[in-house]
C-alpha cells in the first residue's frame, strides 16, 4: 500500500487549501483514512478521518467548521479542503490508513499502518 500526498503550499491567514492523498497498491474503500499533522517539536496530532462509505468523518476540534475530509473512492484519492487558514496550521501535513475494524475510530498515529510521505502547509499572518 503506498500513500501519495500533495497539495501543500504557502498562503495568508484566511486563505485555503486543498490537500490530495492518492492511493494505491490495495482496496482501501473501506477503511478509515485520516489526515495527521505535525510541527516542529510538537508530536504528530490527528487532524480529520473518513470511514468507509456511509460511516461518517470526524474532525480535532481545533478545524472543525474550517476543514472538510472526502474521499473519491473511484479516484481511490482522499481530499483535505482546508478554509480559513491560521497561523497555527503550518505543519508538515500527512495522510495514513486504518485497516483495523474498530468500535470507535482511532485519533492516534500508533494505530495507522501506512503513511504518505507529507506536504509541508505554511501560513503566514
Known amino acids: 500500500v503506498q500513500l501519495q500526498a500533495s497539495g501543500g503550499g504557502s498562503v495568508q491567514t484566511g486563505g485555503s487549501l486543498r490537500l490530495s492523498c492518492a492511493t494505491s497498491g490495495g482496496t482501501l474503500g473501506r477503511y478509515t483514512l485520516s489526515w495527521f499533522r505535525q510541527s516542529p517539536g510538537k508530536e504528530r496530532e490527528f487532524v480529520a478521518g473518513i470511514r468507509g462509505p456511509g460511516f461518517g468523518t470526524f474532525y480535532a476540534t481545533p478545524v472543525k467548521g474550517r476543514f472538510t475530509i472526502s474521499r473519491d473512492n473511484a479516484k481511490n484519492t482522499v481530499y483535505l479542503q482546508m478554509n480559513s487558514l491560521k497561523p497555527e496550521d503550518t505543519a508538515v501535513y500527512y495522510c495514513?490508513?486504518?485497516?483495523?475494524?474498530?468500535?470507535?475510530?482511532?485519533?492516534?498515529?500508533?494505530?495507522?499502518?501506512?503513511w504518505g510521505q507529507g506536504t509541508q502547509v505554511t501560513v503566514s499572518s
Open positions: 495514513a490508513v486504518d485497516r483495523s475494524v474498530r468500535i470507535a475510530s482511532s485519533i492516534a498515529s500508533v494505530d495507522y499502518e501506512y
